[in-house]
């Protein structure tokens, strides 16, 4: 099992608004990742981190912020959600710096009006 | 640029075998992996190939040849539980896993 929790699960919020995402893994896993994936399509990185104070943009990361304070939390913030925001996000955490499976949380279902 | 091809959709019979095939380019090659993913869930890890050969894990084996840019997954004695969507993700040289939009596979009684 893994131990690697998202809240909240279900948001709906109106345009404009700041909505921050948590994560929290409690494996002592260095690197984590943030993902956006609507259904039936591929996997889009958002952001990662190598570990404490360190963060990396991915493919969509412009709209978007994350923090790595500590090793077990790593949030993402959207400073103003839009229509397009609506989708599902996931968090990751890797075994290994490099290779290694990746443990997904259960994600968190974000609809913006 | 990266890219995966699987195919979209693959339907089989219960207590059948089936294979997925998952070929790929990427900027150097550090792996691939093979996910399941039901509907509205998170992926979860079934394999994981870095040399060429087959790797078996129960009912679940997966095949690779580096030299080809290509991988399988081969499920067999299909329960109605496998009906999931299935990711093939190479690692590339930066260590990052490509993703797909994998292959449905619906299992029939």
């Known amino acids: 099992e893994a131990d690697i929790y998202q809240t909240p699960r279900y948001l709906v919020i109106g345009t404009g608004k700041k909505i921050t995402l948590e994560c929290s893994q409690t494996?002592?896993?260095?690197?984590m990742y943030w993902y956006q994936q609507d259904p039936g399509m591929e996997l889009h990185l958002i952001h990662y981190?190598?570990?404490?104070?360190?963060?990396e943009k991915g493919d969509l990361s412009s709209e978007s912020t994350v923090s790595r304070i500590r090793t077990e939390h790593f949030p993402l913030t959207l400073e103003s959600a839009r229509p397009s925001h609506t989708s599902q996000y996931l968090c990751?955490?890797?075994?290994?710096?490099?290779?290694?499976?990746?443990?997904f949380g259960e994600g968190s279902r974000l609809t913006v009006l | 640029g990266q890219n995966i091809d699987q195919p979209t959709e693959m339907t089989a019979t219960e207590g059948a075998i089936v294979q997925i095939n998952c070929t790929y380019q990427?900027?150097?090659?550090?792996?691939l992996f093979w996910y399941q993913q039901h509907a509205g869930e998170a992926p979860t890890f079934l394999s994981y190939?870095?040399l060429d050969g087959l790797e078996e894990k129960g009912r679940f084996s997966s095949f690779l040849s580096r030299s080809k840019g290509y991988s399988y997954l081969l499920l067999k004695e299909l329960q109605m539980k496998d009906s999931a969507s299935y990711l093939c993700?190479?690692?590339?040289?930066?260590?990052?896993?490509?993703w797909g939009a994998g292959t449905k596979l619906i299992i029939k009684p």
């Open positions: 990751a955490s890797q075994t290994g710096w490099d290779t290694g499976e990746l443990f």
């Open positions: 494996m002592g896993h260095d690197k």
């Open positions: 981190s190598y570990g404490v104070n360190s963060t």
């Open positions: 990427t900027s150097g090659f550090n792996g």
């Open positions: 190939n870095v």
């Open positions: 993700a190479p690692m590339d040289s930066n260590y990052q896993l490509i």
